[in-house]
């Protein structure tokens, strides 16, 4: 059978991709998810603070995910659980695996990648030591206590200021552990700053700048851990070290995007974000395949998710009613000064609705400074900001009816000192 | 008394000061108004809504997320989760259902937020 739109992954950026796919006119739209149920991340995510955006009210995840759920089983979208996709390709089959009828193939006319992203491991760190057991990502230990019901440990040393760290903190807390304090890398947290406040101050657990954690102890279970500042070079300053004793260690130390489908199948990477290189319309560079999401991008509010993850179906339902058009008059954003990354990549003004909201992140704390977005030397927007760091994704719209007087060159982000007259 | 708050309404993340003499409040380092009556409210009487997890005897999951409906007083931060944990609940379980309610006869209810199916 030839579906419509087939939806690889049923998070949040799955399910509202799939509502706005058929919504918009595709008949037969798919989502497929390997886990047991449907809502992603959302649903270890039981703290509140989702939606405050789409919903004008402040939900928790699982909430925030069943409003979604919800809307799929009234609009008949079909679903298979417990499903994973191992392949995909440019013409758009999929192999997946399934528990009843082992491997299937699926041919659709349109694919939306939504697979999320994972959390980066002490692999991908270097700490020596041995490898005893209570090290756990932050996630990892969000879903065995908020899913499974399982307490990870009793004192806990944080190392990430991630909000999955900062909010781990709190609910460890909460549940009668000490968390005796949260190291950061950085001289600046990468977490939002309520979380901040309602994860940390709230409760007196201590942020460290400028710290790491050396070495691990402990043979069976982690018996503590090495910290040390660092210096400006981010390397371990050996006369501050100190021992810290600790059961659990989490680690907060950032999302990768889950893209092992997207590169098998060839479609181009961008290697700051590391998702697909996606256009105003969420496609990819491969015609047909979309992506929205955390698999384009780490995004830290989930609203932005939906916002994105709606364009992506849209787009879906319109290509395979063939009223996507293709030209290769297409503007590449590109982020200069200051700005590391910005999503979409390609515009093609003849597809813009309304507006293009772009998402971007900056590499550095940057205080009073306007974000410019500029053509040709000549400034298009630009927006005062009081405050931009790296832990918080900024965005600028910029509406169709001037993305299409541009005529060549990029489009370009950057920022500027406001010079005080 | 001199305490810093961080503003928590929008991503800017302003951080005040509150002066509290007297029962004369000032607030500093706030850009807009909401900033200003944040910081009040955490000066008098700081609230928060509470989410932790519930025991489920015979569902799909062992566990059932929760939270207060209404935000509670924050120095009930840790009643709530104790008192939640004294209890255990059957499935099923619909999101939204009220699992316990007026809890410490403060108005508020703990509500489910996740829907736990029969085994
Ligand atoms: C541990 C963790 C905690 C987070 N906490 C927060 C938070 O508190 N607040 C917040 O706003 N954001 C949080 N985020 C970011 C969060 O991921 C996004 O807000 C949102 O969930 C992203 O939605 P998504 O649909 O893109 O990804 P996800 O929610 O990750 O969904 C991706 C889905 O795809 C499925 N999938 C992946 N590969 C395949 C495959 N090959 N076949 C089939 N299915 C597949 C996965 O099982 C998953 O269900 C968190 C992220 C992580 C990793
Ligand atoms: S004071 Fe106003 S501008 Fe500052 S963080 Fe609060 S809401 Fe935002």
């Known amino acids: 059978m030839i579906r419509d739109v087939v939806v690889i992954g049923g998070g949040p950026a799955g ?5 706005e796919a058929k919504k918009n006119g595709a008949e037969d739209v798919l989502i497929i998810e390997r886990d047991k149920r449907l809502g992603g991340i959302l649903q270890q995510c039981i703290h509140n603070g989702f939606g405050l955006h789409i919903f004008k009210e402040q939900l928790t995840g699982p909430e925030y995910a069943n409003r979604f759920i919800d809307e799929v089983k009234n609009y008949k979208i079909d679903y298979m659980l417990d499903t994973m996709v191992i392949k995909i390709d440019k013409d758009r089959n999929i192999i997946a695996l399934t528990p009843n009828d082992g491997i299937i193939n699926i041919k659709s006319k349109a694919i939306v ?19 005893p057991s209570g090290i756990f990502t932050a996630g990892a230990a969000q879903r065995f206590i908020n899913m499974e019901g399982y307490m990870v440990g009793k004192k806990v040393v944080v190392l990430g200021s991630g909000d999955i760290g900062l909010i781990m903190a709190r609910r460890m807390t909460l549940e009668g552990a000490e968390v005796k304090m949260v190291l950061e890398l950085m001289p ?37 851990v090495t910290i040390a500042e660092v210096d400006s070079e981010r390397k371990p300053i050996k006369e501050t070290e100190r021992f810290v004793e600790c059961d659990t260690l989490l680690l907060s130390v ?45 995004h830290d509010l989930v609203d932005y998710v939906t916002f994105e993850s709606r364009i992506a179906g849209r787009s879906a339902a319109k290509f395979v009613k063939g009223q ?47 974000l410019t977005v500029k053509n040709n030397g000549q400034i298009i927007t630009k927006v005062r900001k009081a405050i931009v760091t790296p832990g918080e994704m900024e965005s600028v719209v910029v509406k169709r009816s001037i993305l299409e007087k541009l005529n060549k060159g990029d489009i370009e982000f950057t920022l500027e000192e406001i010079k005080n007259d | 008394m001199i305490k810093k708050i961080i503003c928590i309404n929008c991503p800017l993340g302003c951080e005040m000061e509150v002066l509290k003499d ?38 799909d999951r062992e566990v059932v997320p929760v939270k207060t409906d209404k935000e509670i007083s924050k120095s009930f931060m840790f009643d709530v989760v104790a008192e939640v944990n004294r209890h255990i609940f059957s499935a099923p379980l619909y999101v939204g259902q009220v699992l316990i309610e007026n809890i410490f006869d403060t108005g508020v209810n703990v509500i489910a937020t996740d829907f736990i199916n029969r085994k």
Do not use: W
């Not at chain 1, 990648?113 to 490898?131: D, H, K, Q």
């Not at chain 1, 590449?332 to 772009?358: E, W």
């Not at chain 2, 009556?37 to 928060?48: C, L, N």
């Open chain 1, 324 to 370: 996507l058009s293709f030209n290769d008059k297409s503007f590449k954003t590109k982020g200069t000064y200051g700005i590391r990354y910005v999503v979409p990549h390609r515009i093609d003004p003849l597809n813009v609705d309304d507006s293009v909201n772009f998402f971007m992140r900056v590499d550095n704390v940057y205080k009073n400074v306007y």
């Open chain 2, 22 to 59: 007297d029962g004369i409040i000032k607030v500093s380092g706030n850009t807009c108004k909401k900033g200003e009556d944040y910081a009040i409210a955490e000066i008098m009487d700081p609230k928060r809504i509470v989410t932790t997890t519930a025991k489920v005897i015979g569902g």
């Open chain 1, 15 to 19: 399910l509202a991709a799939a509502i």
């Open chain 1, 188 to 224: 600046y947290s990468t977490g939002l700053k309520r979380n901040i406040a309602q994860c940390l101050h709230d409760f007196d657990i201590p942020l460290y700048f400028n710290h790491t954690v050396v070495r691990i102890h402990g043979r069976k279970r982690l018996e503590g």
């Open chain 1, 113 to 131: 990648l939504t697979m999320g992203c994972r959390e980066r491991t002490r692999g991908a760190l270097n700490i020596p030591g041995n490898r």
């Open chain 1, 254 to 298: 950032g999302l990768i995007p889950e893209n092992e489908l997207t590169r098998e199948a060839n479609i181009p990477i961008d290697n700051i974000t590391s998702g697909p290189i996606v256009d105003e319309s969420m496609q990819t560079m491969v015609e047909g395949i979309f992506a929205c999401g955390n698999v384009v991008h780490v």
